[in-house]
């Protein structure tokens, strides 16, 4: 049981990015999947997530508009397409989940309309940079 990210890199302010979370022995269609990211000497803060029951997307209020979380089942994979990138968005990005044979690290809660949804599940970071 496993989660990827990929999709990292450099990008000038305006740019734009797409992040892949991957999940290898277990269906991502399952599990609500959460995007996270951690800026250097800052705590790792919940950017969206998307529901495993009817697709309820999530954004935190600082990424409204410009990113957007989807599902490709098919592939049993998760994007977030990042747009308007700014400098402020540098950061490690992680996906996660919250899986009963993939607990490997701290619990982070996402708080949405619908309640608390809850990760522990975490696949390794990738980085993304936004500079000129």
């Known amino acids: 049981v496993q989660l990827q990210a990929s999709g990292g890199g450099l990008v000038q302010p305006g740019g734009s990015l797409r992040l892949s979370c991957a999940a290898s022995?277990?269906?991502?269609?399952?599990?609500?999947i959460g995007w996270f990211r951690q800026a250097p000497g800052k705590e790792r803060e919940g950017v969206s997530c998307i529901s495993n029951t009817d697709g309820t997307t999530y954004y935190t209020d600082s990424v409204k508009g410009r990113f957007t979380i989807s599902r490709d089942n098919a592939k049993n994979t998760v994007y977030l397409q990042m747009n308007s990138l700014k400098p402020e968005d540098t950061a490690v990005y992680y996906c996660?989940?919250?899986?009963?044979?993939?607990?490997?690290?701290?619990?982070?809660?996402?708080?949405?309309?619908?309640?608390?949804?809850?990760?522990?599940?975490w696949g390794q970071g990738t980085l993304v940079t936004v500079s000129s």
């Open positions: 996660a989940t919250e899986h009963p044979d993939l607990n490997n690290g701290d619990t982070l809660v996402i708080v949405t309309t619908d309640g608390p949804i809850p990760f522990n599940s």
């Open positions: 022995g277990f269906a991502l269609n399952d599990y609500p």
